[in-house]
């Protein structure tokens, strides 16, 4: 059955329809307390399945006549706040597909197996495929600093932790190279690694400018906070769903906002993956794969 049509006959059997006589909290509290009780009523029954076992006979017909009940209470709420059942189920399963990387219709054209948003540019403005990245540590006038190489060649100025004590925040360009690899994304390796597409002045100025990078550092610091009270993902493999929405949410108007929400946590456990060892060892080698879309530890 169309739900549409499925909520328009729940509509005919409401017992307290929000009219213009009737405009008080009691339309709408009726069907939200109901959808608790029925939900409280199919808890129960999955209680008495556990405790009787077999002997619950009627287990099934009773989950279907619970769901039965909390999907007119459904319909009745979606009514009440002038929405259609269609659309809020199309709706869910946009978000449940985002979240979990299901492939949509509209889902973005990929390069190979990975985002390539310079595709078609000159050779010279395009990431490298692949990469053998190093972070060391050197002294400078009796100062530790970590130093960045790709392929060998150094790349950008000397980084500290930049903190009172130190944590790691320094190694943190794995993080942006695991962006690259995942994302096909990241504004401050395009500066570092010399490749802005300054061919198109528009696409240079908006996609690899200083706004775009400052917005990639920000949600570095970000997670780097948020991971610093989550074991900085040592044995976690999910994100927290409203940290990746507010990560997209910020980046909203670049051309990385095409990328799923499972795309910007396979980006961070990837990234932490690497991250961690280097950060205990005050250094190390790691290999970016743009095809393969990974980031991983070169013993």
């Known amino acids: 059955m169309d739900l549409n049509i499925y909520q328009e006959e729940a509509r005919a059997t409401d017992r ?37 076992g077999p002997a619950h006979q009627m287990f099934k017909e009773r989950v ?32 449940i597909k985002d979240r979990w990387d299901v492939p949509t ?16 540019f000159p050779a010279a ?44 925040y320094g190694f943190h360009d794995v993080i942006h190279f695991a962006n ?17 597409r300054k ?7 908006v996609e690899d400018g200083g706004r775009a990078g400052a917005i990639e550092e920000g949600l570095a610091a970000v997670v780097f906070a948020y991971a610093r009270h ?9 994100v927290d769903y409203e940290l990746l929405k507010s990560l997209r949410t910020a980046a909203q108007h670049l051309e990385v906002r095409v990328c799923s929400l499972a795309d910007w946590q396979n980006a961070i456990t990837q990234g932490y993956a690497v991250w961690r060892p280097i950060a205990h060892a005050r250094g190390g080698k790691f290999k970016v794969d743009l095809d393969a879309r990974t980031v991983t530890l070169m013993s």
């Open 16 to 52: 307290v329809p929000a009219t213009s006589a009737n405009t008080d909290s009691h339309s709408f509290i009726v069907p939200l307390l109901g959808l608790a009780g029925e939900a409280g009523g199919l808890l129960s029954e999955y209680k008495k399945f556990l405790r009787d």
């Open 64 to 95: 279907r006549e619970e769901l039965g009940d909390i999907l007119w209470y459904l319909a009745n709420v979606a009514t009440k706040f002038d929405l259609d059942l269609n659309s809020v189920a199309a709706e869910n399963l946009r978000k």
């Open 105 to 120: 219709g509209d889902s973005p054209v990929l390069f190979g197996r990975g985002y390539s948003f310079d595709a078609g």
């Open 125 to 168: 403005e395009r990431f490298p495929r692949q990469m053998e990245v190093e972070l060391k540590l050197a002294m400078k006038a009796d100062k530790e600093v970590i130093q960045l190489l790709v392929d060998g060649v150094q790349c950008g100025d000397d980084l500290t932790d930049n903190a009172y004590t130190p944590d790691g």
């Open 180 to 196: 690259i690899a995942v994302l096909g994304w990241s504004p401050v390796l395009r500066k570092l690694l010399g490749c802005k």
């Open 199 to 205: 061919s198109d002045p528009k696409k240079d100025e």
């Open 230 to 238: 989550h074991q900085f993902f040592d044995g976690v493999s999910m």
